[in-house]
């Protein structure tokens, strides 16, 4: 399969036909380029705030509810995109107040034949549980479809491995981040990286990049779309299938060959996720010695 990440910047929009017309550019651009998965990041859809102007994008909880009441709408296209280019399509994620009172952190997959699901972020950071009040989600799920075993970690999610260790089956993780610094851009890849490393699994971050002075949320942004697998038998030697370059918007491609993974996984120089299990006893019995 070929997978397209994306390093995607937020524009401010003048009317949801601008935001509609962005979104067929982005997902026609990668299509095109014959990519099967693309891949949006996290809090890319906090753009839609501006639709209902400077005050509302930039107080936090009112830019919040902002985007929340058009997922609908935004489902609708991406249903449709994904269908028109038969593509799957990881939408950017959102804060979503679902019944629960307060927002959880969601990121939509669709396929493309109309069915969609999505996935909740499981671990908040410091800004989202104390400044946001975002909330955790839904659970982890693991995705079947024709490219294989998907699952999502969301950004800070990315950096638990016990999360990661849960999705053990999956043959791609996919990692949609938004980081203000280039320590936070490092702190995901590397658990990204650490993640296919475990899992003998290829991950792919995507990343939010560019400054947006109108919103208190997501006013600076940090990273770039990569790929990444074990560095072992077919794969590169430093675990990097594809990496972007730093803050420049665009999309980044990978071709990835699920018989890759079967076979490190099988007869891997090591392997990493068939004895994870020894951990536990070694854990276990961890012994003081005083020096």
Known sequence: ?????????????????????????????????GADLLVFPEYGAMELSTLDGPEVADDLERSIHAVSDRMEDVQAVHLRLAKAHSTYILGASAPVIDG???????????APDGRHDHQDKQIMTRFERDVWDVASGGPLKLFETALGKIGVLICYDSEFPLLGRALQDADLILVPSCTEALSGYWRVRIGAMSRALENQCVTVMS????????????????????????????????????????????????????????????DGRVLNRTHWAEQETRVNSVTISAL
Do not use: H
Request: proline share 6%; net charge negative; glycine share 10%.
């Open 1 to 33: 399969m070929k997978i397209a990440t994306a390093a995607y910047n937020l524009d401010w929009l003048d009317s949801w036909a601008q935001y509609e017309d962005k979104l067929e550019a982005w997902v026609s651009c990668a299509a095109d380029q």
């Open 207 to 266: 990343s939010l990049v560019g400054s947006n002075d109108w919103s208190e949320a997501v006013d600076m942004n940090t990273g770039m779309g990569g790929v990444f697998g074990p560095p072992d038998i077919g794969f590169p030697p430093t675990g990097v299938l594809a990496e972007g370059t730093l803050n420049a918007p665009g999309w980044t491609y990978s071709e990835v060959d699920l018989s890759a993974i079967a076979n490190v996984r099988a």
């Open 100 to 110: 629960l009172g307060r927002p959880v952190n969601r990121a939509a997959f669709y």
